[in-house]
T-cell receptor, first 111, second 116 residues
Framework: LAKTTQPISMDSYEGQEVNITCSHN???????ITWYQQFPSQGPRFIIQ???TKVTNEVASLFIPADRKSSTLSLPRVSLSDTAVYYC????????????FGKGTTLSVSS | GAGVSQSPSNKVTEKGKDVELRCDPI?????LYWYRQSLGQGLEFLIY????????KSGLPSDRFSAERTGGSVSTLTIQRTQQEDSAVYLC??????????????FGPGTRLLVL
């Protein structure tokens, strides 16, 4: 059964680095791994995506090991405004029609 | 430009009634997606459209759910004979094309459906 696993919640303080890992055992070999952020009463929004190794943009880094069975979203120096739910998105078939979002990780950042 | 819009923003209905939820994607986006988010749950993928065609409808929870898209633009998700377990936020997203997770999806604010 296609499935992703993320921690339900994480707590952090402002200025710390936060790493959220998503496990996804049998994802499509030709597909990317994408992470989204969702604030209350809003739809998710794109953060970062990658296929393998490491990707970095202005807001986050994404680490993907060679076996692609997991991916880790890294948020450097979080602030209060990073408090949100974070989802990984993968596809579990080569056609990419089985899109699976993880159940999400609720990150709470405190001062 | 305008983002993805959904209407209504909130809908309260009685068990057994039919409801229609509407999604207006970003202009020029050929792919459109529907998701369901129940309280405290993640996003459940329901269906996607490439143009007006939905290649895979297996994600729809039951035969009470149907979706259509016309003119490669607006889409409606219809739930017939609503049940209380249908209560959730229904999210729509669109993207330039359909390439699986590789294609960035732009989400609307959702429709909050409450079935009494």
């Amino acid at each position: 059964l296609a499935k992703t696993t993320q921690p339900i919640s994480m707590d952090s303080y402002e200025g710390q680095e936060v790493n959220i890992t998503c496990s996804h055992n049998n994802i499509a070999t030709n597909d990317y791994i994408t992470w989204y952020q969702q604030f209350p009463s809003q739809g998710p929004r794109f953060i970062i995506q990658g296929y393998k190794t490491k990707v970095t943009n202005e807001v986050a880094s994404l680490f993907i090991p060679a076996d692609r069975k997991s991916s880790t979203l890294s948020l450097p120096r979080v602030s209060l405004s990073d408090t949100a739910v974070y989802y990984c998105l993968v596809a579990f078939n080569q056609a990419g029609t089985a899109l699976i979002f993880g159940k999400g990780t609720t990150l709470s950042v405190s001062s | 430009g305008a983002g993805v819009s959904q209407s209504p923003s909130n809908k309260v209905t009685e068990k057994g009634k039919d409801v229609e939820l509407r999604c207006d994607p970003i202009s020029g986006h050929t792919a459109l997606y529907w998701y369901r988010q129940s309280l405290g749950q993640g996003l459940e993928f329901l269906i996607y459209f490439q143009g007006n065609s939905a290649p895979d409808k297996s994600g729809l929870p039951s035969d009470r759910f149907s979706a259509e898209r016309t003119g490669g633009s607006v889409s409606t998700l219809t739930i017939q004979r609503t049940q209380q377990e249908d209560s959730a936020v229904y999210l729509c997203a669109s993207s330039l094309a359909y390439l699986g997770p590789q294609e960035t999806q732009y989400f609307g604010p959702g429709t909050r459906l409450l079935v009494l």
